[in-house]
């Protein structure tokens, strides 16, 4: 399954909002409707940390000001209004199937 | 809290052998699946290999199938990866991560919520 995330980098000003998009060659919906699609930050020098579960489900300790939306093949992440502290890589990725596989990455700089 | 720390990177020769490890910690290791995943320098993130919470069950990567071994040793909560006939583009960052979800079955994947620091592997004459 191939993901293609646009755009490539993004530079937002802060308390400005910022969309992310991750489309997929697949489905990432199995038949009990579970959509398995994670996004993942890798701020600078770091490791990636999960961001947010099956679509929309922050993991623990994430603001609420990320988000998750879509459905099947096409889904967002959504930054309400950007913090400093959100520059890095994002990535999606699937585990509907394997080789589970990252979207090539969006880099978000703050201007 | 949850950690996972990786050891055994370095700068090896291509065609010679390295063995990763992965300490676990701050939680119930024998029912979680593990996952490698690995990064070239500049490069995006790429899975390696899977094992489930029992170990009974191992997936790989087309890149590294039958040069790569995923195992564990749940008494002692540590994941390893056997990496033989290793390449220059085998070069990398090289992760371990915890399954989001505990007691996943071979045929169910999921994505990681905890990541290690991650190891450098160097492969180079």
């Known amino acids: 399954i191939v993901l293609t995330q646009t755009p490539l980098s993004l530079s937002v000003t802060p308390g400005q909002p910022a969309a992310i998009s991750c489309k997929s060659s697949?489905?990432?919906?199995?038949?009990?409707?579970?959509?398995?699609l994670y996004w993942y930050l890798q701020k600078p020098g770091q490791s990636p940390q999960l961001l947010l579960q099956?679509?929309?489900n922050r993991f623990a300790g994430v603001p609420e000001r990320f988000s998750g939306s879509g459905s099947g093949t096409d889904f967002t992440l959504r930054i309400s209004r950007v913090e400093a502290e959100d520059v890095g890589i994002y990535y999606c990725?699937?585990?509907?199937?394997?080789?589970?596989?990252f979207g090539g990455g969006t880099k978000v700089e703050i201007k | 809290q949850m950690q996972l720390v990786e050891s055994g990177g370095g700068v090896v020769q291509p065609g010679r052998s390295l063995r990763l490890s992965c300490e676990a910690s701050?939680?119930?290791?024998?029912?979680?699946?593990m996952q490698w995943i690995r990064q070239a320098p500049g490069k995006g993130l790429e899975w390696v290999a899977i094992?489930?919470?029992?170990?009974?069950?191992?997936f790989y990567a087309d890149s590294v199938k039958g040069r790569f071994t995923v195992s564990r040793d749940n008494p002692k909560n540590t994941l390893y990866l056997h990496m033989n006939s290793l390449r220059a583009e085998d070069t990398a960052v090289y992760y371990c991560?915890?399954?989001?979800?505990?007691?996943?079955?071979?045929?169910?994947?999921?994505?990681?919520?905890?990541w290690g620091q991650g190891t450098t592997v160097i492969v180079s004459s």
């Open positions: 991560a915890k399954d989001s979800v505990a007691g996943a079955p071979f045929y169910q994947y999921y994505g990681v919520d905890v």
């Open positions: 701050g939680f119930s290791f024998s029912t979680y699946g």
């Open positions: 094992i489930t919470f029992g170990g009974s069950d191992q």
């Open positions: 697949q489905s990432l919906q199995d038949r009990a409707a579970k959509t398995y």
């Open positions: 099956e679509v929309s």
């Open positions: 990725m699937q585990s509907i199937q394997l080789p589970l596989t």
